[in-house]
């Protein structure tokens, strides 16, 4: 039966999927509370895309569970659909349609809610699609194109909004546009977002669910997330090469981050994680690298990202 009260938040339970030999999700459990932005993150492949196409209907699970307000989507996905505005990574667009039709055809496509006019000036002005409203898709630039796939998802005024990578493949001015967009819609809806782009989280997103070869790895607020696993990231920087300051890290057991700038060629800088500042000061000392700096910094999603996929230095 239909639960008698909708919880519009989502949740997913035990979630395994396979294509073939690759196993894209392998008991993944996960909530997304009512009336914030959360980003699930991972590398490429980690199973981000999977796990949203489940939850929006559009893909089924081999086993486990995923609701939508209370109800399960394999089992009521109509119902479970109403509840959900969804924005594909490819922003199927029809080319030759105008953006007005397009928004018109997704109002009748997603059951005809409220009056079109009102829903279709509502979404223009949400999304500020109304200088290129009677344009045909094909000659809109892809960071509108972009608008017109969030107008397309908001139509229904849906209570949760799904993204998948919403910024990809965007420039630089448009990446901005589409991000304001997304904080502003996450004021009034559940948005759920997956990315890649580390810094993207930390701009949009209220809670972090980190994913990694078809498992979770970590769930909860940037903060909670960042500073809730063993490491501490220190800024550290000696009298040396780069090439010297990545031995130092492999030396002392840190994982290595980035490379910091310097005023000098002749200092290397950068971001380490490790549990003690201490362990890399002995490495230093053990290795005769003149240690200049070793500034502990606050919690990292850069370090978490590595320290996940098994930590070691990256190329």
Same mark, same amino acid.
């Given at each position: ?58 893909? &089924? +699970? *081999? ?6 307000? /209370?109800?399960?989507? #394999?089992?009521?996905? =109509?119902?479970?659909?109403? %509840? ?119 701009? &949009? +997103? *209220? ?6 070869? /078809?498992?979770?790895? #970590?769930?909860?607020? =940037?903060?909670?997330?960042? %500073? ?88």
């Amino acid at each position: 039966m239909l639960p008698d009260k909708l919880n519009l938040a989502a949740k997913v339970e035990g979630l395994k999927k396979s294509f073939g030999d690759v196993v894209a999700l392998n008991g993944v459990n996960f909530q997304i509370p009512q009336g914030c932005v959360t980003a699930i993150l991972g590398p490429n492949g980690a199973g981000k895309t999977t796990a949203i196409r489940i939850l929006a209907g559009s893909l &089924l +699970a *081999d086993a486990g569970r995923a609701e939508v307000g /209370g109800i399960c989507v #394999a089992d009521y996905p =109509l119902e479970a659909k109403k %509840q959900i505005g969804y924005l594909p990574e490819n922003n199927p667009l029809w080319q030759d349609m105008t953006v007005e039709e397009t928004l018109a055809f997704a109002w009748v496509a997603q059951g005809e809610v409220g009056s079109k006019a009102a829903q279709l000036e509502r979404v223009v002005n949400q999304t500020g699609l109304s200088s290129v409203f009677r344009r045909r898709v094909r000659e809109c630039s892809k960071g509108y194109r972009q608008r017109v796939g969030l107008a397309q998802a908001l139509v229904s005024n849906p209570s949760l909004l799904i993204l998948d990578e919403p910024t990809n493949g965007l420039d630089p001015i448009q990446v901005v546009e589409i991000r304001q967009l997304i904080r502003t819609l996450g004021r009034e809806k559940t948005v759920i977002l997956t990315t890649h782009v580390l810094s993207e989280v930390e701009v &949009l +997103a *209220d809670r972090v669910i980190l994913l990694h070869q /078809g498992l979770k790895n #970590a769930e909860g607020s =940037l903060q909670e997330v960042t %500073q809730s696993n063993d490491g501490n990231v220190f800024r550290v920087c000696i009298s040396g090469t780069s090439a010297n300051l990545k031995s130092l890290a492999e030396k002392s057991g840190a994982i290595w981050i980035e490379s910091q700038p310097t005023s000098s060629p002749e200092i290397a800088a950068g971001l380490m994680q490790i549990e003690s500042g201490d362990l890399i000061a002995k490495a230093a000392s053990e290795l005769d690298f003149p240690l200049l700096e070793l500034t502990p910094r606050t919690g990292n999603l850069e370090a978490l990202f590595y320290r996940l996929q098994d930590g070691g230095l990256p190329s």
